[in-house]
Nanobody, 116 residues
Framework: QVQLVESGGGLVQPGGSLRLSCAAS????????IDWYRQAPGKERELVAS????????NYADSVKGRFTISRDNAKSTVYLQMNSLKPEDTAVYYC?????????WGQGTQVTVSS
């Protein structure tokens, strides 16, 4: 059974940090690029960061560049999103997505709230 399980969300003050994890199972993790998306209330889901199968290629949305870092550990079938200098506008549900040649898989999301 394919699963992507996000964790690490929560409530944090502006300027704080969180590290999200996305643990995969049920498919060959190293064969998939991984994306992190987020969706704020009333807004469309947006792509935040992407990482290639080996981790050599990484891309970020302009809104998070310099603050967020995506990484992966293929031995643990896990991808991470380190989020620093968080802002209230980063508040959203964060989702990971595995992107493959024949199939894509989504996690259930984890809530991140940035508020004082």
């Amino acid at each position: 059974q394919v699963q992507l399980v996000e964790s690490g969300g929560g409530l944090v003050q502006p300027g704080g940090s969180l590290r999200l994890s996305c643990a995969a199972s049920g498919f060959t993790f190293s064969s998939y690029n991984i994306d992190w998306y987020r969706q704020a209330p009333g807004k469309e889901r947006e792509l935040v960061a992407s990482i290639s199968r080996t981790g050599a290629g990484r891309n970020y949305a302009d809104s998070v560049k310099g603050r967020f870092t995506i990484s992966r550990d293929n031995a643990k079938s896990t991808v991470y999103l380190q989020m620093n200098s968080l802002k209230p506008e980063d508040t959203a549900v964060y989702y990971c997505k595995a992107v493959g040649a024949l199939a894509n898989y989504w996690g259930q999301g984890t809530q991140v709230t940035v508020s004082s």
